[in-house]
């Protein structure tokens, strides 16, 4: 992404558009439409940022800095993620509503899901689990 200024404020605009939007009708009921009207952009600026609403939504999950852990802390410190991703949460509530809720729609939770499952894995592998079948399962069912 740019370091220009007014195109990080014109994705800002347009990420907290959504958000605004999820809270209001949820995440499936929301249109491009919506998300232009409500960031008040045009069209083609919407489209020269984004390539649909999936984008934004996914944008606004990659902010979620807990999804992008630091590295581990002391050795056998398993999980170190979720503190700090609660503290997250706590900050970025309004964020973590609309996205997470319960009107943030089958493709946010489904995202939010696979990739809480693949920081599991991670910590899982980097404390000497071996690749398998079952750590990929039980990495997804610790959610």
């Known amino acids: ?14 990420q907290e558009a959504l958000v605004a939007l999820i809270l209001d009708k949820g995440y499936d009921a929301v249109t491009v439409t ?14 020269a940022h984004f390539t649909d609403k999936r984008e934004v939504l996914f944008s ?12 581990r802390g002391e050795v056998g410190e398993l999980f170190a993620f979720s503190r700090p991703m609660f503290e997250h949460v706590r900050e970025q509530e309004r964020l ?3 996205l997470m809720g319960r009107r943030g729609g089958g493709l ?3 995202r939010g899901e696979q990739l809480l499952a693949a920081l599991v894995k991670d910590e899982l592998l980097t404390a000497g689990g071996r690749a398998s079948a079952p750590l990929d399962l039980m990495s997804g069912l610790c959610l």
Request: no cysteine; hydrophobic share 40%; net charge positive.
């Open 1 to 14: 992404m740019s370091g220009d200024r007014r195109v990080r404020r014109t994705r800002r605009l347009i």
């Open 34 to 47: 919506d998300i232009i009207e409500r960031a008040d952009v045009g069209r083609s600026t919407f489209y």
């Open 96 to 98: 973590v509503r609309a």
């Open 60 to 71: 606004n999950l990659d902010q979620l800095a807990f999804l992008h852990p630091a590295p």
């Open 108 to 110: 946010v939770h489904a």
